[in-house]
């Protein structure tokens, strides 16, 4: 498989579930980015890693945790949202972390939060 | 800060129309620039980028793009749109801060 996947594609959770979603890149990239994809709204980034460290966390409240156990998975997880975090949640991943470095976008999964 | 402007949120053309998607952005240097395109159901598609040197980009799909300081503008034209090009297209850029910043894209309808 090549590229940039993620699982679950759909998910529907309460409001008291825990849930995560993955990301995998095949590209062997370094760098790995989660966006949030809302209605009307431009992308937002949330979160960075660049060689599994996170050198960017965007203001987003707890309730989102990423992990990235290595350099190609990253883990978003989830616990106690709220219905405005129904989006699309999309990962990236790119070369390094340089601003010259295009960024490759995974399908995404789109979350509805009841 | 840096910002990226689409000021089409819905366009539609006839298939075989040409096509202009407008896109203007905020920042005092030469910024780096991006148009990607996101297909239903799909991630987001790099489309062109451009970084500096010529200011005409071609892209894949046909798709090019030209880059002028002046109007802070960075438009995306295609000559004869397909109907596979429906989709929604963002425009971003890349400033000092090194984050990718998107405009809020634009939607492409095409008719047969």
């Known amino acids: 498989e090549t590229g940039v996947t993620q699982t679950p594609r759909h998910l529907v959770m309460g409001m008291t579930n825990k849930k995560s979603l993955k990301c995998e890149q095949h590209?062997?990239?370094?760098?790995m980015y989660w966006y949030k994809q809302s209605a009307k709204k431009p992308l937002e980034l949330m979160f960075v890693y660049s060689l599994e460290e996170r050198v960017e966390n965007n203001s987003v409240p707890s309730r989102f945790s990423p992990e990235c156990p290595n350099s190609s998975h990253l883990f978003l997880h989830l616990h106690t949202l709220q219905p405005e975090d129904s989006a699309l949640y999309l990962c990236?991943?790119?070369?390094?972390?340089?601003?010259?470095?295009?960024?490759?976008f995974g399908p995404g999964t789109r979350l509805t939060v009841l | 800060a840096q910002s990226v402007t689409q000021p089409d949120i819905h366009i539609t053309v006839s298939e075989g129309a040409s096509l202009e998607l407008r896109c203007n952005y905020s920042?005092?240097?030469?910024?780096?620039l991006f148009w990607y395109v996101q297909s239903p159901g799909q991630g987001l598609q790099l489309l062109l980028k451009?970084?500096?040197?010529?200011?005409l980009v071609q892209g894949i799909k046909g798709f090019e793009a030209e880059f002028k300081r002046s109007q802070s503008s960075f438009n995306l034209r295609k000559p004869s749109v397909h109907w596979s090009d429906a989709a929604e297209y963002f425009c971003a850029v890349v400033g000092n801060t090194d984050k990718l910043i998107f405009g809020t894209g634009t939607r492409l309808q095409v008719f047969p």
């Open positions: 990236a991943s790119s070369q390094g972390g340089r601003r010259t470095d295009t960024q490759y």
């Open positions: 920042y005092g240097a030469t910024p780096y």
């Open positions: 590209l062997g990239h370094n760098a």
């Open positions: 451009y970084f500096s040197g010529d200011t």
